[in-house]
Nanobody
Framework: QVQLVESGGDLVQAGGSLRLSCAASGSIFNINDMGWSRQAPGKERESVAN???????NYADSVKGRFTISRDNAKRTVYLQMNSLKPEDTAVYYC???????????????WGQGTQVTVSS
């Protein structure tokens, strides 16, 4: 089994910061791309940031310059540092990862259960 478990969501005032973490566990041979998406009430899920195994990153325009994604391959963990938070950042944040469970297996995308981030004005 493979699990992604997020942590770090909280209630914060506008202008504040939060750091989200997501750890992968279980039967894992290799992890390729990892990333974060979010879904606000009444809206579709949107990609926030992604990071390749080698460290290449990309961000949604709405978070560029405020959010930073990073990963620790040894710990199988991806992070999202969120600064200068705005009320419109309020959403459930989900991590996802492309994981190969064993040699010869395909990469499969796994998702975490989500963590709530609420930014008050």
């Amino acid at each position: 089994q493979v699990q992604l478990v997020e942590s770090g969501g909280d209630l914060v005032q506008a202008g504040g910061s939060l750091r989200l973490s997501c750890a992968a566990s279980g039967s894992i041979f290799n992890i390729n791309d990892m990333g974060w998406s979010r879904q606000a009430p009444g809206k579709e899920r949107e990609s926030v940031a992604n990071i390749a195994r080698g460290g290449t990153t990309n961000y949604a325009d709405s978070v560029k310059g405020r959010f930073t994604i990073s990963r620790d391959n040894a710990k199988r963990t991806v992070y999202l540092q969120m600064n200068s938070l705005k009320p419109e950042d309020t959403a459930v944040y989900y991590c996802h990862a492309d994981i190969k469970r064993a040699l010869g297996y395909p990469y499969v995308e796994y998702w975490g259960q989500g963590t709530q981030v609420t930014v008050s004005s």
